[in-house]
C-alpha cells in the first residue's frame, strides 16, 4: 500500500477522532424537564407567582411526560405535592410525596420525614387547645 | 502532505493524538480517589451563598442546579422543599444554612453528600458601550457521613462570549447595548446565564467535573481525561 495514502487516511481518521474527541456525544436526557427549573425559580422567589398556574401547568407537564413515556425529574412529585398542599389539598400532596418515594427511593428518608410532618399539626393543633 | 508523508508513521501517530489532547485544558487531574470511594448517590443542594448585590443571584443558581446533577445521575432533593424546611426551622440566610454541622444535615435529609455553591458574581452590568451579563459560581461537594471534600470546582458564564463576534463598528456597538439593556432586564438573563454556568459548573462528564452518579449510564467509568 502506498504509504501517502495510507498516512492520509490516518489523519482524515484521526480528524473526525478530534472532532468527536471534542464533542463528546453521550446518551440523550434522563428527564423531560419543560419549565421545571424556572418554576422552582419562581417558587424560590415566593413573591409575584401564582401557585394555582404552576399546579396547571406542572400536572400538564406530568401528562405530557406519560404521553411521551419521559421520565419526571427528581423532586418534581415532590414540588407539585408541596404546591398542592399550599392550596390544601393535603391528601394529593401525601399521594405526590409517595410517588416522589416510589419513582427515587433516595428520597425516601426526607420525605418520610415531610410525611410525618404532614399529619403532626392536627396533633400541635390538638394538644394547644386550651382545655 | 509531502511533510506528512516524509515522517515515520509512528510520529504521525503521536502527532494526531496530540492534536487530539488539544481539547484538553492545563488544569492537573482531579483526585476522584475520595469521591470514588464516597459513591454518593443523593445530593442536598444548599441555599448557594451570594457575594453579589443582586438578590436573585442565591434562587436563579439553587433553581438551576438540579438539572446538570439530576442529568449526572444523582438524586437531587428537591430545592423547594428544603428551602422551607430550613426556613421553618428557623433558618432564613444562605449562610446559615451553610454553617448547620454535617451530621445534622444529613441525619434531617437523608443526603449521602451536600453541594456548597457560592454566587461570586450574578447580574448585568451595564457600561456605555456594552453591557455583560455575567455568572461566576464555584463549588464544593462535602460528604455527609465523613465531612470529607470529594469535589470542588468554578464556572462562568457571560454574555460577552456571544458578543466578540457581532461587533460592528461604534453604531452597531450602542445599538446592541441598548438592546441588551432591554433584552437583559425584561427576560431575566442572568437566570439563563446561571443555567449555563450551573451546567458548566456541575455537568458531567466533564474534565475534572463531577463524576456521573448511579443514575447515569456512564456510573462507574473512569474519569475524562481530556
Redesign the interface.
Given at each position: 500500500m502506498n504509504?501517502?495514502l495510507?498516512?492520509?487516511r490516518?489523519?482524515l481518521g484521526?480528524g473526525i477522532?478530534?472532532l468527536v474527541?471534542?464533542a463528546?456525544k453521550?446518551?440523550g436526557?434522563?428527564?423531560m424537564?419543560e419549565s421545571?427549573?424556572?418554576q422552582?425559580?419562581e417558587?424560590?422567589?415566593r413573591d409575584g407567582y401564582s401557585p394555582d398556574d404552576q399546579i396547571r401547568l406542572l400536572e400538564a407537564h406530568a401528562e405530557k411526560a406519560r404521553g411521551a413515556h419521559a421520565a419526571l425529574?427528581?423532586?418534581?412529585r415532590?414540588?407539585l405535592g408541596?404546591l398542592q398542599l399550599g392550596a390544601g389539598n393535603v391528601d394529593r400532596a401525601r399521594e405526590l410525596w409517595m410517588a416522589?418515594k416510589t419513582a427515587?427511593p433516595?428520597?425516601?428518608?426526607?420525605m418520610d420525614?415531610?410525611l410525618k410532618k404532614l399529619d403532626a399539626p392536627a396533633k400541635t393543633a390538638k394538644s394547644e387547645n386550651p382545655a | 502532505m509531502k511533510l506528512i508523508s516524509l515522517l515515520p508513521i509512528p510520529v504521525v501517530l503521536v502527532l494526531l493524538l496530540s492534536l487530539l489532547g488539544g481539547c484538553a485544558t492545563k488544569a492537573p487531574a482531579y483526585d476522584y480517589s475520595a469521591f470514588q470511594k464516597a459513591k454518593p448517590a443523593t445530593l442536598l443542594v444548599m441555599p448557594p451563598v451570594n457575594e453579589s448585590p443582586d438578590i436573585k443571584a442565591t434562587p436563579g443558581v439553587w433553581a438551576q442546579a438540579t438539572r446538570p446533577l439530576a442529568e449526572a445521575g444523582y438524586y437531587v432533593l428537591p430545592v423547594t422543599l428544603v428551602d422551607e424546611t430550613f426556613k421553618q426551622n428557623g433558618v432564613s440566610s444562605p449562610n446559615e444554612a451553610q454553617d448547620i454541622p454535617y451530621p445534622k444535615l444529613r441525619e434531617f435529609f437523608g443526603a449521602d453528600a451536600a453541594v456548597y455553591i457560592r454566587v461570586k458574581k450574578y447580574g448585568t452590568t451595564y457600561q456605555v458601550l456594552a453591557s455583560d451579563t455575567r455568572v461566576e459560581v464555584d463549588a464544593r461537594i462535602l460528604d455527609l457521613r465523613t465531612g470529607a471534600l470529594l469535589w470542588q470546582g468554578n464556572a462562568v458564564a457571560s454574555s460577552a462570549e456571544q458578543q466578540q463576534q457581532q461587533q460592528g463598528g461604534l453604531v452597531g456597538l450602542l445599538v446592541s447595548a441598548v438592546v441588551q439593556q432591554i433584552v437583559g432586564t425584561a427576560t431575566d438573563a442572568a437566570f439563563n446565564y446561571a443555567g449555563i454556568a450551573d451546567a458548566r459548573l456541575l455537568g458531567s462528564p466533564r474534565y475534572n467535573g463531577v463524576l456521573p452518579g448511579p443514575r447515569s449510564p456512564l456510573y462507574g467509568q473512569p474519569p475524562q481525561t481530556q
Open positions: 504509504p501517502l495510507w498516512a492520509r490516518v489523519a484521526g477522532a478530534v474527541g471534542c463528546a453521550g446518551p436526557p434522563l428527564y424537564w421545571f427549573p424556572k422552582q425559580y417558587a424560590l422567589q425529574p427528581p423532586g418534581f415532590a414540588h408541596m416522589e427515587f433516595e428520597s425516601a428518608a426526607y420525614h415531610l | -
